[in-house]
């Protein structure tokens, strides 16, 4: 089921404590496009197929990263492309954007997505696993 763009920025203001939905709009692009440089195949085209219109194509961008960052270079990333951000407030971002988005892929495909990744993003994405 697709989320619509309101209900999926709602969600990301609401986690975020953004004081407007532009704010939670630039800190969904930023953590999406970083998100999308790290997942491939089926996974990528069923997560985008979930996402709001304004974001599938954000998803779906080309560019691959060699290979996936582990999580604390992601959060640098996502800091380093957000003006005036510090690794603490690029935590919250990269939180606030990839827990809504795991509630919006749900439990089986998020467990498909974290198979991508480094250890340690089960946390960014707001789901511990046990260890």
Known sequence: ???????????VRERGEY???QEAERAARVVLALL???LVGQVRAQLAARLPEDFVLI????????????PERFVRATAAWIEGATEQTAAWD??????TVADT???????????????????????????
């Open 94 to 99: 990269v939180s606030a954007v990839l827990s």
């Open 1 to 11: 089921m697709i989320v619509r763009r309101e209900a999926f920025l709602d969600r």
């Open 36 to 38: 999308s440089a790290h």
């Open 59 to 70: 998803l779906l961008n080309p560019l691959q990263s060699a290979e996936p960052l582990p």
């Open 105 to 131: 892929a749900g439990d089986d495909l998020l467990t498909e997505i974290l198979l991508q990744f480094p250890a340690g993003y089960d946390l960014l994405f707001g789901r511990p696993q046990p260890t």
């Open 19 to 21: 004081d407007t939905l």
